[in-house]
């Protein structure tokens, strides 16, 4: 199946910071998308992307199909953007595959 | 709100006991899965139900068994758990055969076996 890789697992920034957040994948996809899991649990899509950029305030993603990665931005990071972002990728006829996640912790 | 309601949130259940786990979703999908999140793993995918037939089961214990009786509703029934099954269980929904198939998670229900 296809293998989902994100980094950096850990990040710690000071509030007001940007950051890059990465997703490698390894194999052709149809669908792309980008979650938000908050300290209660709960997954909030933030972007169905698989090709082409897209932004939502101070979040944006990008995913370069061709070289199988996909990044998401954040600038101008609130406390409130802590958790850990998803990233979940499918090909035709196939389940989402989750990556292991990036830890974003934002200090005030 | 995302339009996926699971109940409960949290639960704590002995190893004899039976319970079960509810999820609703008011989107229209015609998908609906169970996801199992273990402390630092990835999401496991547990049960998928397509226009309401299970269509995959992941190799998970017969102690957890699901139910799904119509598009709207799925139900996770719980019996004679171990304390490693204790861990975040994720509801989701989505729509198959479209072009997108995003997919929508309700707020997890928190299990603790003990």
């Known amino acids: 199946g296809i293998q989902v890789e994100q980094s950096p697992p850990d990040l710690i920034l000071q509030e007001g910071a940007n950051s890059t957040l990465r997703c490698n994948f390894s194999?052709?996809?149809?669908?792309l998308q980008w979650f938000h899991q908050n300290p209660w649990g709960q997954l909030i899509n933030l972007f169905y992307?698989?090709?082409g950029t897209k932004q939502n305030g101070r979040l944006s993603a990008t995913t370069v199909a061709t070289e199988r990665y996909s990044l998401l931005y954040i600038s101008s990071s609130q406390t409130t953007d802590s958790g850990v972002y998803f990233c979940a990728v499918s090909a035709s006829g196939s389940r989402l595959t989750f990556g292991e996640g990036t830890q974003l912790t934002v200090n005030p | 709100e995302t339009g996926v309601t699971q109940t409960p949130r949290h639960l704590v259940m002995g190893m004899t006991n039976k319970k079960s786990l509810k999820c609703e979703q008011h989107l229209g999908h015609n998908a609906m899965y169970w996801y199992k999140q273990s402390a630092k793993k990835p999401l496991e995918l547990m049960f998928v139900?397509?226009?309401?037939?299970?269509?995959e089961n992941n190799s998970v214990p017969s102690r957890f068994s699901p139910e799904c009786p119509n598009s709207s509703h799925l139900f996770l029934h719980l019996h004679t758990l171990q304390p490693e099954d204790s861990a975040l269980y994720l509801c989701?929904?989505?729509?198959?055969?479209?072009?997108?198939?995003?997919?929508?998670f309700g707020e997890g229900s928190w299990l603790t076996v003990v």
């Open positions: 194999d052709s996809v149809n669908n």
């Open positions: 992307i698989p090709s």
């Open positions: 989701a929904s989505s729509q198959v055969y479209s072009s997108g198939n995003t997919i929508y």
């Open positions: 139900y397509s226009l309401e037939e299970r269509v």
